[in-house]
């Protein structure tokens, strides 16, 4: 997966579950838990993401994810490429699988 792609999607995961923790995230993309908190941390280091604390139900600390307003625009412009790049390989295995249907 390209670098873009996992943070488009990270982006998009924290938007969406912002109390989802990075173990919760890696099992859903199936990404090492290191790999993931080094996207998460790479998103908080660009200042896209911020972290909080907020208080769970059992009085322990939990996290949560907010996208910055800077964040929102870069997920934009990333999602934008990812578009972008996934229809270009739509296109490339369309014309592939034409040229196997031809061959047969």
Do not use: C
């Not at 912002?18 to 995230?25: F, S």
């Not at 199936?30 to 998103?43: E, F, H, I, P, Q």
């Not at 996208?67 to 996934?86: V, Y």
Request: glycine fraction near 4%; aromatic fraction near 8%.
């Amino acid at each position: 997966m390209h670098k873009s792609d996992t943070e488009y999607i990270i982006l998009t995961i924290l938007k969406d579950n912002p109390r989802m923790t990075q173990r919760q995230i890696a099992k859903e993309l199936g990404l090492s838990l290191g790999k993931t908190n080094y996207v998460v941390r790479a998103l908080i280091d660009k200042g896209w993401v911020k972290l909080s604390n907020f208080k769970r139900s059992d009085n322990k600390l939990g996290y949560i994810y907010i996208l910055t307003p800077e964040g929102i625009s870069e997920k934009t412009i990333l999602a934008q490429n990812f578009l972008k790049r996934k229809s270009e390989e739509y296109n490339r295995l369309k014309q592939e699988i034409e040229i196997l249907k031809n061959e047969l």
